[in-house]
């Protein structure tokens, strides 16, 4: 590499050299170099606990942490505006000026989030640094002059799959299908003295999302995770009055220590016309959004506790049957006494026979059962049997009740056990049924044309449990539950 350096190009900056052609060395050569060269000054401090700043990723993105053995894999879960997508591209860059041969590849949740990442880093390879660029940069990707080159990938399992190279950053993390990014963890591989690495880089838009199980199932030593918020992005907070400040509840004079770009204004404006759930979810990184959910009284801490089968309680189950999609029965028992409702065990699989499903269902809790219930739907004769699920069930030794009502109305039903109007929750669950759990923080209502309907969802990953529920609720608490006219 052409080390030669003009004197319009070396300049002093906190007491050493700034030479646009010496890779920085340390965090503070990298700050200087990223402002004095790209013009991006990089939030260096965190104001929240636990937080890491900005500048903590781009550090470690691109210089590594001599104290781990190897540098690994990032995550970075930050705000909305919060610089996610452009530091990405100045690592990005770096890495193309200064590590020879680099090859990095950009995907992200959608093309025209990938877009934004790259045109980030072309417009800065051309205008800051265009004697590095090598021809004429296309609209997915360029050739450094050294040999690396960036290229922007679809999300398709065989878009990714095709490629072997040092880098991989995945924007917008969370909008991933669930294929691509398990496919995406193969991408990567160490060569010409460049170690690999992968990065995904979102906000946390859901509960349970991908965002949430990255950073929450995956094991500690596996990623890096930077952290940051509004708070470490915001502009200083000069002559404000708290007292009168809209962010005063959550900001508390953080800001008068901010060393960001975020306007004050835009933080402001922003709040106003947000739901609290979704400020705290886009900007605050506290939680994921749950505007959207179904079940929005559901709080494991309240539902999930340590309980079991009681001899003392009558035992029912409760069946959504699905051979594709999973067949889901849960198994419930009530204190009449107090009119509680414990679900202590979940059996959820798909792809196997009715007779096999049936086996399974009585030996997961082989203890007498009062009553089975399942949706009406079963009832119907299938044009291939000739027969009734429910007829079926019967003959396996599962007779099955059924009751027809609006999917609503089952919804509402649970909730009054959720969290009554007046009195203590009346629902819990065993910390085993992990279907039950997930499926009550993540079902959520449609969405048309940016419309919120008021039916569910049918993802066909959390309904079905959650439907199996409604079933039971709808027999066993509603007037004229009764076995259907067949008898089975």
Not at 340 to 365: F, G, M
Not at 467 to 477: C, G, K, Q, V
Request: charged residues 25%; positive net charge.
């Amino acid at each position: 590499m052409d080390r030669s350096v003009s004197e319009k190009d070396s300049k002093k900056s906190h007491g050493y050299c700034l030479d646009k052609w010496r890779r920085p060395r340390n965090r503070e050569q990298l700050a200087a170099y990223v402002r004095e060269f790209l013009g991006i000054s990089v939030p260096d401090r965190n104001l929240c606990p636990e937080h890491q700043s900005p500048l903590d990723y781009l550090a470690y993105s691109f210089l590594g942490d001599a104290s781990e053995a190897h540098t690994r894999d990032i995550v970075v879960w930050a705000n909305r505006g919060g610089g996610k997508t452009q530091l990405g591209a100045v690592a990005s860059l770096l890495e193309g000026v200064f590590l020879p041969k680099c090859k990095i590849r950009i995907l992200a949740g959608s093309q025209e989030q990938s877009q934004r990442m790259y045109e980030y880093l072309r417009d800065a390879a051309e205008q800051r640094f265009p004697e590095q660029v090598k021809g004429r940069p296309t609209s997915n990707g360029f050739q450094f002059k050294y040999g690396g080159d960036v290229k922007v990938l679809a999300q398709s399992d065989r878009s990714v799959r095709g490629h072997h190279v040092q880098r991989i950053r995945c924007d917008e993390l969370e909008l991933f299908k669930p294929e691509i990014w398990r496919a995406s963890q193969f991408v990567t591989h160490s060569k010409d003295d460049i170690p690999a690495r992968l990065e995904g880089l979102s906000t946390m838009h859901r509960p349970f999302g991908l965002m949430q199980e990255v950073i929450n199932t995956t094991p500690k030593n596996r990623f890096r995770v930077f952290h940051w918020c509004l708070w470490e992005v915001i502009e200083p907070c000069r002559d404000r009055v708290c007292g009168r400040c809209q962010l005063n509840d959550d900001c508390r004079g953080i800001a008068k220590k901010g060393v960001g770009y975020f306007s004050i204004d835009d933080a402001i404006a922003q709040k106003s016309r947000s739901s609290l759930q979704a400020w705290r979810a886009e900007m605050l990184c506290q939680q994921p959004n749950l505007e959207d959910q179904v079940f929005g009284e559901f709080d494991p801490r309240v539902h999930v506790r340590k309980i079991g089968y009681n001899p003392n309680l009558p035992l029912y189950r409760s069946i959504d049957f699905g051979f594709s999609n999973p067949t889901a029965c849960l198994f419930i028992q009530v204190n009449k006494a107090i009119n509680e409702v414990y679900i202590i065990d979940e059996h959820v699989q798909n792809k196997i026979a009715l007779d096999e499903q049936a086996r399974i269902i009585q030996e997961k809790v082989p203890y007498p059962v009062a009553a089975t219930y399942c949706d009406p739907a079963g009832n119907q004769r299938s044009i291939i049997t000739g027969t009734a699920v429910t007829y079926e069930m019967a003959t396996l030794g599962i007779p099955c009740r059924t009751r027809h009502s609006k999917i609503l109305d089952g919804v509402e039903k649970i909730r009054s056990f959720l969290k009554p109007a007046s009195g203590h929750p009346r629902l819990f669950i065993a910390p085993k049924c992990q279907n039950l759990i997930r499926a009550f923080q993540c079902l959520h209502f449609k969405r048309q044309n940016g419309i919120l309907q008021e039916s569910p969802e049918k993802d066909g990953v959390h309904d079905h449990v959650i439907d199996a529920l409604r079933y039971f609720f709808i027999n066993h608490f509603q007037y004229n539950s009764k076995i259907n006219e067949k008898g089975y």
